[in-house]
Each structure stands twice: as C-alpha cells, then as structure tokens.
C-alpha cells in the first residue's frame, strides 16, 4: 500500500504558475504508474497527465497539453505538476494517484480506475 500527500495549490491569476508537489510512503514507489486528476465543483473527476513507473513515458489530456508537465523523483518518491499559463477553468481539486496496474516500463493510464491509491486533493484557484 502507498499513501499519498498533495501539496502545492493556491490562489493564482490568470497567466501564472504553480507547481503541484505529491509525496508517497509505504510501498516502493517506483512500482507505480503515476497520474494527476481533477475535480472541479460539479463535474466529474477527469484526467490531467500520466507518468510511468521508469519516468519514459508521459501522456496528458488535451486542455493542458503545452501547459502542464508531470515529472516524477523516485529518489524523493515525489510527483510533481508544473502548471504553467494557468486559465480560469484550471480551477480545480487537484488528485494524485498511484496504479500498481503496469503492464511495462511504458505503461500510463488516463483512466481514474486504473488508480489504486488517492491522495486528499489540494486545492487550486485560478482568477480571471
């Protein structure tokens, strides 16, 4: 089991950039498949961007594509989002999740049940 914990949200006007931290415990963290989800009031969860477990391979959605980059520190067993160019409708909670669901070294999944483990979400804010 990996336990995750999100850091990094705000408040940001439009334009800007944050920089999404997730620290893992537990299990070795390079076992997983990583992604970033989010949530906003209202709407379904969907999907952000998506690392494989060996750092090779990244996938995002097309809204942050250009934007967004998801990078991954096995060292530090940390996952990060650098959002850039942030828009109103990034307005979001913003997830972490873990899949223990890899097939290879390249593997990335965009969908929320390919997703074993959760963190609590952190908030981010985007003002127009």
């Known amino acids: 089991q990996v336990q995750l914990v999100e850091s990094g949200g705000g408040l940001v006007q439009a334009g800007g950039s944050l920089r999404l931290s997730c620290a893992a415990s537990?299990?070795?963290?390079?076992?997983?498949?990583l992604g970033w989800f989010r949530q906003a009031p209202g709407k379904e969860r969907e999907f952000v961007a998506a690392i494989s477990w060996s750092g090779s391979n990244t996938y995002y959605a097309d809204s942050v594509k250009g934007r967004f980059t998801i990078s991954r520190d096995n060292a530090k067993n940390t996952l990060y989002l650098q959002m850039n160019s942030l828009k109103p409708e990034d307005t979001a909670v913003y997830y972490c999740?873990?899949?223990?669901?890899?097939?290879?070294?390249?593997?990335?999944?965009?969908?929320?049940?390919?997703?074993?483990?959760w963190g609590q979400g952190t908030q981010v804010t985007v003002s127009s």
């Open positions: 999740a873990a899949s223990s669901n890899v097939v290879n070294s390249r593997w990335v999944g965009a969908n929320p049940y390919d997703y074993d483990y």
């Open positions: 537990g299990r070795t963290f390079i076992s997983y498949a």
